[in-house]
């Protein structure tokens, strides 16, 4: 495996970038100043809110309120997927890969009316959901169109309460037939997303404008392939730049095969630099 230097140099460069635009009106802090500050370097960015004039604060007009979650996270019943299949198994030293089992979580996919009711109740506007690859896609190149329509009825619903759906492809889980070729791994299983991508996006494209690839597509690679901190546990320098480049490239793929003929739609990823500053 050769993954060059300059790429390597290049995905550090990107996170100063990121470091260097942050508004004056935010300090690097220690963990004991700011409570999510965590991790190696132990300091995170904060709002310096002593600076900040909350009267002077104003949002536009299509500004959206939401809420977001993850389909592993509150669905239900994900049995199919790689996190799912490490709740039953224990690291070298016997400690288990994940404490925690997921089992019915929320059951969010029987409830989501009920759940949409509580976004109404407290004036959301906008929720970001994701679509749980092994449940639309079980085995390769077999589609579940139960499970398709469970995500239409979903935006549906949404809709009809006056939130805007924002649909997200891919929140840090895979299918287990995935994970077993190889998953992001290798290139070449790149078309297996895009293809999943394009079938889910047949069926909601008239449903939902706003979608997004991955979430925190460096945070997949960095924590399951760096720091092994999430599914799959790796440690592996070079094979998480390999992951977080065929990641990215699957990004590209996707937003282009979605974008074709339907410029209106919004298609993104979700960087959580972006996100925390």
Same mark, same amino acid.
Request: hydrophobic share 40%.
């Given at each position: 495996m050769n993954i060059s230097k300059s790429f390597l140099c290049l995905f550090f460069a990107v996170f100063q970038l990121h470091s260097m635009i942050i508004p004056d009106t935010m300090n690097l802090v220690d963990s004991d100043i700011c409570p999510r500050a965590q991790g190696t370097w132990n300091k995170e960015w904060c709002w310096d809110w002593a600076r900040i004039d909350t009267d002077d604060i104003v949002f536009p007009k299509d500004f959206l309120w939401g809420t977001g979650t993850s389909a592993y996270q509150v669905e239900g019943d994900c049995t199919n997927n790689n996190w799912s299949e490490l709740e039953n198994q224990t690291k070298e030293d016997g400690t288990p890969f994940l404490p925690k089992k997921s089992g019915k979580a929320c059951d969010h996919w029987n409830r989501y009316k009920e759940d949409i009711q509580l976004m109404k109740n407290i004036g959301l506007d906008a929720y970001r959901f994701s679509i749980e690859w092994s449940k639309v896609e079980p085995e390769e190149g077999k589609f579940d169109e139960a499970a398709l329509q469970h995500y239409a009825d979903v935006c549906d619903e949404l809709q009809r309460q006056g939130i805007e759906p924002v !649909? %997200?492809?891919?929140?840090? *889980? #895979? $299918?287990?037939?995935?994970?077993?070729? /190889? %998953?992001?791994?290798? =290139? =070449?299983?790149? =078309?297996?997303? !895009? *293809?999943?991508?394009?079938? !889910? &996006?047949?069926?909601?494209?008239?449903? +939902? @404008?706003?979608?997004? *690839? &991955?979430?925190? $597509? #460096? +945070?997949?690679?960095?924590? /399951?392939?760096?720091?092994?901190?999430? $599914? $799959?546990?790796?440690?592996?320098?070079?094979?998480? %730049?390999?992951? &977080?480049?065929? !990641?990215? =490239?699957?990004?590209? @793929? *996707?937003y282009q095969a979605l974008k074709t003929g339907l410029r209106h739609m919004h298609v993104h990823k979700v960087d959580p630099f972006v996100q925390y500053v």
């Open positions: !649909v %997200g492809l891919h929140h840090y *889980t #895979d $299918p287990i037939w995935f994970v077993q070729k /190889g %998953g992001f791994e290798k =290139e =070449e299983n790149i =078309e297996n997303y !895009v *293809t999943f991508a394009q079938k !889910v &996006f047949e069926k909601l494209k008239d449903k +939902a @404008r706003i979608w997004i *690839t &991955f979430n925190s $597509p #460096d +945070a997949y690679a960095i924590k /399951g392939y760096m720091q092994a901190m999430m $599914p $799959p546990f790796k440690k592996d320098w070079q094979l998480m %730049g390999l992951v &977080f480049k065929n !990641v990215l =490239e699957a990004h590209v @793929r *996707t």
